[in-house]
């Protein structure tokens, strides 16, 4: 299985901030890679898919880049409604794989 | 707008089989531009994908090696849903399940409502 390994786990900034996750693949997945937004009780949201393509709707201060191993996800500006976890997944290989996931906080 | 609605009980019995539906709205269980996945989280497993069920000339399946002796995902063209089914729970797979469309091998785009399971006598 690809493993998934994502940092920090946890976050604390300020509104405004520049906040920047990192991903990093056990072996090669290209650009098969995707993230994710979760607040409590709510379903999963993607944002950018293929490393770095930002899915429609998806505010543009949310970037990503990167590929093989190592990806970065970038939220420009931090907003009060970031608050949230995220996660990269991988598609470049079953199974599916998330990371552990980020919690963001302000 | 696709939208997928998740049913099922959140009370299973250890032993019993865990079984969940997810009926699709906006799109078809037959495309061929489409996977239909099972994921579920808990805080022990983080994130976890089950399985999944898509047609491509024919209707075909992946599992996930943790629970493939255990599971089945099911498509029912007639009512354009899809089923989890996985049997012999125990109480390590009480977990929050979510149904997931993925479009053309990428993303999970879109998601079901989650339906938390617990698995207790």
């Known amino acids: 299985d690809i493993q998934m390994t994502q940092s920090p786990s946890s976050l604390s900034a300020s509104v405004g901030d520049r906040v920047t996750i990192t991903c990093l693949a056990s072996?090669?997945?290209?650009?098969?890679l995707n993230w994710y937004q979760h607040k409590p009780g709510k379903a999963p949201e993607l944002l950018i898919y293929?490393?770095?393509n930002l899915e429609t709707g998806v505010p543009s201060r949310f970037s990503g880049s990167g590929s093989g191993t190592d990806f970065t996800f970038i939220i420009s500006s931090l907003q009060p409604e970031d608050i949230a976890t995220y996660y990269c997944?991988?598609?470049?290989?079953?199974?599916?794989?998330f990371g552990g996931g980020t919690k963001v906080e302000i | 707008q696709v939208q997928l609605q998740q049913s099922g009980p959140g009370l299973v019995k250890p032993s019993q089989t865990l079984s969940l539906t997810c009926a699709i709205s906006?799109?078809?269980?037959?495309?061929?531009?489409?996977?239909w996945n099972w994921i579920r989280q808990s805080p022990a497993r983080g994130l976890e994908w089950l399985g999944r069920?898509?047609?491509?000339?024919?209707?075909?399946?992946d599992y996930a090696e943790s629970v493939k002796s255990r599971i089945t995902i099911d498509p029912d063209t007639s009512k354009n849903q899809f089923s989890l089914h996985l049997t012999s729970v125990t109480p390590e797979d009480t977990a929050v399940y979510y149904c997931?469309?993925?479009?053309?091998?990428?993303?999970?785009?879109?998601w079901g409502q989650g339906t938390l399971v617990t698995v207790s006598s």
């Open positions: 997931a469309r993925v479009r053309n091998w990428g993303a999970f785009d879109y």
């Open positions: 906006g799109d078809s269980v037959s495309s061929n531009r489409a996977t």
């Open positions: 069920t898509y047609y491509r000339s024919k209707w075909y399946n």
């Open positions: 072996q090669d997945i290209s650009n098969h």
């Open positions: 293929d490393a770095s």
């Open positions: 997944q991988q598609y470049d290989n079953l199974p599916l794989t």
